[in-house]
């Protein structure tokens, strides 16, 4: 069974950058997609990328396309994403997650989820 842990979240202003980390313990960890999303207060959760554990394809929301790096080291059993250019808008618990699915931006598909980072971009 996979266990998520995120961090890195923080605050920082707009135009910035941050990086967050997701350990996972669990032996099948490189069997796995993983995912990122995030949630705002007062609206749901949504998807923001997404890395194949085969062969590290990516897959990404148009909204942060472009801004955000998805990357995973299976060695280390963590998943990454690196945020770039990072607006207000931007501003969420951002969860990781697991799942069998790709690409997938349907958090029905991921059955193993972190308890999230907070992510504040201020102006």
């Known amino acids: 069974q996979v266990q998520l842990v995120e961090s890195g979240g923080g605050l920082v202003q707009a135009g910035g950058s941050l990086r967050l980390s997701c350990a996972a313990s669990?032996?099948?960890?490189?069997?796995?997609?993983m995912g990122w999303f995030r949630q705002s207060p007062g609206k749901e959760r949504e998807f923001v990328a997404a890395?194949?554990?085969?062969?590290?394809?990516?897959y990404y929301s148009d909204s942060v396309k472009g801004r955000f790096t998805i990357s995973r080291d299976n060695a280390k059993n963590t998943v990454y994403l690196q945020m770039n250019r990072l607006k207000p808008e931007d501003t969420a618990v951002y969860y990781c997650?697991?799942?069998?699915?790709?690409?997938?931006?349907?958090?029905?598909?991921?059955?193993?989820w972190g308890q999230g980072t907070q992510v504040t971009v201020s102006l």
């Open positions: 997650a697991a799942g069998f699915a790709f690409p997938s931006r349907s958090q029905s598909t991921y059955d193993r």
């Open positions: 669990g032996r099948i960890f490189s069997s796995y997609n």
């Open positions: 890395i194949r554990w085969s062969d590290g394809s990516e």
